[in-house]
């Protein structure tokens, strides 16, 4: 039943992601995917739900309720940015790339190197709303209500973060300076911190069920992806180079797990 359930899952992720590459072509632009990256995790949480009968109903919809919760919020956000700021210009540069040294058009170079990394890694990352509705098991114990609360937090964490540097980003005494204030004086990716903590927090839901357990590589994948791949060094590699005092700022905050200022401890 587990593998039925993923396989179908999979299947239905392919046909999202493959007419989500259609529209993209049409529009020229690949930008909508990080929406979706939110978007998609909601449909695997929803067509796991239809189809899990042997699955604790209480913790079903507490996952699915979480992940809705959490892409509701970061899937909306993604839109407006999209709408407001335009093409995500690392998309761009990407793709600029492969279509320049590899003479790739924008329909090959956008398949291969966005549409086709993304769809498993959304696939791994949410293992926990997939394998934690599977599981029988007695109903929601102290772990998973710990691993709401931590969930809750985490997509609470990340809108704070967010509606900070918007609101930053709009003030025009602003330009040229460091966002060093409200969560971002305690860590340098608070919309980062925040989702890592929300799918710690769904994961932890699921881990009380003997197939949830084994849905530890989504966490871990999406933390490593965040701090060591497409999160943090695309956005700090230019930032250094282009933000005067933002190597000084990386010196004194934390990169990650929210801390107090180097210069305050002690």
Known sequence: ????????????????????????????????????????????????????????????????????????????????????????????????????????????????????????????????????????????????????????SGTLFETIGDLQMVRFKRDPGSVGTIMDRGLWRFTRHPNYFGDALTWWGIYLVAAETATGLWALPGPLLLTWTLMKWSGAPTVEGKLRKTRPGYAEYIARTSGFIPLPPRRDRG
Do not use: E
Request: proline residues 5%; positive net charge.
């Open 1 to 152: 039943m587990v593998w039925t359930i993923l396989a179908t899952n999979a299947a239905l992720l392919v046909v999202c992601f493959v007419a989500l590459w259609l529209l993209c072509l049409k529009l020229g632009d690949v930008t909508p995917v990080d929406s979706f990256w939110a978007w998609g995790m909601l449909v695997m949480a929803l067509a796991t739900f239809v189809q899990a009968d042997s699955g604790q109903p209480q913790r079903k919809l507490l996952l699915v309720a979480l992940c809705a919760l959490w892409a509701a919020r970061l899937g909306s956000y993604m839109i407006w940015r999209w709408r407001d700021h335009g093409p995500d210009r690392r998309y761009q540069a990407l793709l600029g790339r492969a279509q320049a040294k590899k003479g790739w058009s924008f329909a090959k170079s956008s398949g291969l190197l966005v549409f086709a990394t993304q769809a498993p890694l959304l696939f791994v990352v949410c293992l926990p709303v997939q394998l934690g509705q599977i599981g029988a098991a007695p109903g929601i114990g102290p772990l998973g209500w710990i691993g709401a609360a931590l969930a809750v």
